[in-house]
C-alpha cells in the first residue's frame, strides 16, 4: 500500500495538474478533496499523510485546515500549492506549521524539488 | 438577471483557475502598492444581460461615489474587457498610504491609473503566460470619477446583450482599500473563449 497523499483543491483541473506533476514512480495512494472541510475529514481519516493543499477554497480555506491540522495534532505533511503568491501568505502558511509553499501553476520540475528538498521522494 | 453560463463545467472550472491564479499573481504586487497584505477571494464567474451589470456596480461600490477605468485587451482572437471599480475613499485612503497628494483631478486620475496598470499588468501577463500567447493591451481609459455607480453609462464599455464577467474584490487587510477587478467578456466572443479554454484542457 502507498502513502497516503492527499490533493485538495476546489478546481478540477488544479487538482488534475498536481496529480500529473506526481512522480511516476511513487508509491501514492491519492485521496481528492474538492474543499477544506473534505480535506480535514481525509485527514482525519489517514488519508493525507502528504497533503498537497491550496489556500482559496469554499467551505473552508487552506488556513482553516492549516490551524485545524496543528491544533490537533493531526498526521499530515501540508505542503501549500496556491496562487496567492504574496510574500506574507508563504510567511502565514509557514508558520501555521506547512513545509513548503509552491507557486501555482504547478509542474513535474517544482514538485520535483521540493519533494527532493524534504527527502519525500528522490528523482 | 443572471443568465446560462455558455461554458460546460470543465470550461467554467478551467476559466476560474486561470483567473485564480492571474488574479492571486496580481495581489502581490497590489500588496506591494498598498503596503498591506490582500486578502484573495475566490473570482466568481457569471453570466450577466449587459444591462444588470449596472446594478451588479450598485452593490459593488455600495453604491458611493466610485471611479471606473477600463482597458480593451485581447489573448488570441478572444477579446475582452479588464474593468476596475474602485470608491473614492480607497483612492484617498491610498494616496495616504503612499504619501501621494491629490489636489488635482489630475492627480486623482493619475493615481487610479497607477493602480489600474499595477493590477492589471501582472494579471494579464500571467494571464497570457498560462494561454501560450501575449495579452495584447490598449490604453485604459478612465470611464468616470466621483460617479454613483447606478448612474454609470454601461453603454460605454459593452454592447452586446450578455457578458461573461470574471469579478475579483480584492481588500486590503491593514488600510481600509478595496477595488473590484472586472475581465468581461462579450457574447460575440464565448465560442472563441471556450474554444481557447479547450485547447488549454486538451
Known amino acids: ?123 | 438577471m443572471s443568465v446560462s453560463l455558455p461554458l460546460n463545467e470543465e470550461q467554467r472550472d478551467c476559466l476560474q483557475e486561470l483567473t485564480n491564479v492571474a488574479m492571486g499573481a496580481a495581489a502581490e504586487s497590489l500588496a506591494e502598492l498598498t503596503q498591506s497584505f490582500v486578502e484573495l477571494p475566490i473570482p466568481v464567474i457569471r453570466c450577466v444581460a449587459s444591462s444588470d451589470l449596472v446594478s451588479s456596480f450598485d452593490e459593488i461600490a455600495d453604491n458611493l461615489p466610485a471611479c471606473v477605468i477600463s482597458q480593451n485587451c485581447s489573448v488570441g482572437d478572444v477579446f475582452f474587457r479588464g474593468l476596475m471599480i474602485v470608491g473614492d475613499e480607497s483612492i484617498n485612503n491610498l494616496a495616504n498610504t503612499t504619501k501621494r497628494t491629490l489636489s488635482s483631478e489630475g492627480e486623482h486620475q493619475q493615481l487610479l491609473s497607477e493602480l489600474f496598470d499595477t493590477v492589471t499588468k501582472t494579471c494579464f501577463e500571467q494571464l497570457g503566460d498560462m494561454f501560450e500567447i501575449d495579452v495584447e493591451r490598449q490604453a485604459a481609459v478612465v470611464q468616470a470619477c466621483h460617479i454613483l455607480p447606478e448612474l454609470f453609462d454601461m453603454n460605454l464599455i459593452v454592447k452586446t446583450p450578455t457578458t461573461i464577467a470574471v469579478e475579483i474584490n480584492y481588500k486590503t487587510e491593514s488600510n481600509d482599500f478595496d477595488c473590484h477587478l472586472l475581465l468581461l467578456f462579450p457574447d460575440n466572443i464565448f465560442k472563441k473563449l471556450a474554444d481557447q479554454l479547450d485547447i488549454l484542457l486538451h
Request: some cysteine.
Open chain 1, 1 to 123: 500500500m502507498g502513502i497516503p497523499l492527499l490533493i485538495c483543491d476546489d478546481s478540477n483541473m488544479a487538482r488534475k495538474q498536481v496529480a500529473r506533476s506526481l512522480p511516476t514512480d511513487w508509491d501514492v495512494d491519492i485521496t481528492f478533496a474538492t474543499n477544506g472541510v473534505e480535506g480535514l475529514q481525509a485527514i482525519k481519516e489517514g488519508k493525507g499523510e502528504i497533503t498537497f493543499l491550496d489556500l482559496t477554497m469554499p467551505e473552508m480555506d487552506g488556513y482553516g485546515v492549516l490551524e485545524h491540522v496543528f491544533s490537533e495534532g493531526l498526521n499530515a505533511m501540508v505542503i501549500v500549492i496556491s496562487g496567492d503568491i504574496q510574500p506574507e501568505a508563504h510567511e502565514r502558511v509557514k508558520k501555521m506549521g506547512a513545509l513548503e509553499f509552491i507557486k501555482k501553476p504547478i509542474n513535474k520540475e517544482k514538485l520535483a524539488d521540493v519533494l527532493n528538498a524534504y527527502g519525500l521522494h528522490q528523482s
